[in-house]
């Protein structure tokens, strides 16, 4: 699987997007870019995932650029409860094993 | 509320016991999962089954040993456990292992004494 590289912290003032980087340059073709997060305590929790064309849901938006060798989780409007560990993690479009490599994550931090 | 319960939530345990993890998904997901969290690590995946029947062990200590009855429900049977397997017990499902969308339980937070 490709290894992804996120910043260990960043803060975001409540109520402004927050835009959460990740850098996978040596993702492969049939590699999905995944998001989930995990606040404190809690088990992680999927937000959303992408091949190539940007994403929305009800969370988030997704960012790949056109390389694919990055990419941008934002969160439009930030409040206290997003606080959490974000975790960038690619993986391969169809695996017989699913593994999921969470890595260390960013840890994101809103202010009121 | 993620669709996956896991009981207890809080365990306390000494070398010599045996315990038993629960975790039940209403999701109607074929697969599930067994992470470990220790503190300032990643998740580790532990095990993982699908149908019923287990695809994956990382390679971890017979003194955890899964079981898997139906796809809703999943356990994980601990005995003569040591100091450093104290951690947070994930367990987490999905539709299926080709998906990445894998939905947690609150996990169960274990310390061995």
């Known amino acids: 699987d490709a290894k992804t590289t996120q910043p260990p912290s960043m803060d975001c003032a409540e109520g402004r997007a927050a835009n959460l980087p990740c850098n996978h340059s040596?993702?492969?073709?049939?590699?999905?870019v995944y998001w989930y997060r995990q606040i404190h305590s809690q088990g992680p929790q999927y937000i959303i995932h992408g091949l190539k064309n940007n994403e929305t849901n009800e969370m988030a938006s997704l960012i790949i650029t056109e390389d694919r060798k990055s990419s941008t989780l934002i969160l439009p409007h930030a409040t206290l409860r997003d606080t959490a560990v974000y975790y960038c993690?690619?993986?391969?479009?169809?695996?017989?094993?699913?593994?999921?490599?969470f890595g260390t994550g960013t840890r994101l931090t809103v202010i009121p | 509320e993620t669709g996956v319960t896991q009981t207890p939530r809080h365990l306390v345990m000494g070398m010599t016991n045996k315990k038993s993890l629960k975790c039940e998904q209403h999701l109607g997901h074929n697969a599930m999962y067994w992470y470990k969290q220790s503190a300032k690590k990643p998740l580790e995946l532990m095990f993982v089954?699908?149908?019923?029947?287990?695809?994956e062990n990382n390679s971890v200590p017979s003194r955890f040993s899964p079981e898997c009855p139906n796809s809703s429900h999943l356990f994980l049977h601990l005995h003569t456990l040591q100091p450093e397997d104290s951690a947070l017990y994930l367990c987490a499902s999905s539709q299926g292992i080709l998906t990445g969308e894998q939905y947690f339980g609150p996990g169960t937070r274990l310390t061995v004494t």
């Open positions: 040596t993702i492969s073709g049939n590699e999905y």
């Open positions: 993690i690619v993986r391969p479009m169809k695996t017989g094993a699913n593994n999921l490599f």
């Open positions: 089954y699908n149908f019923k029947e287990q695809t």
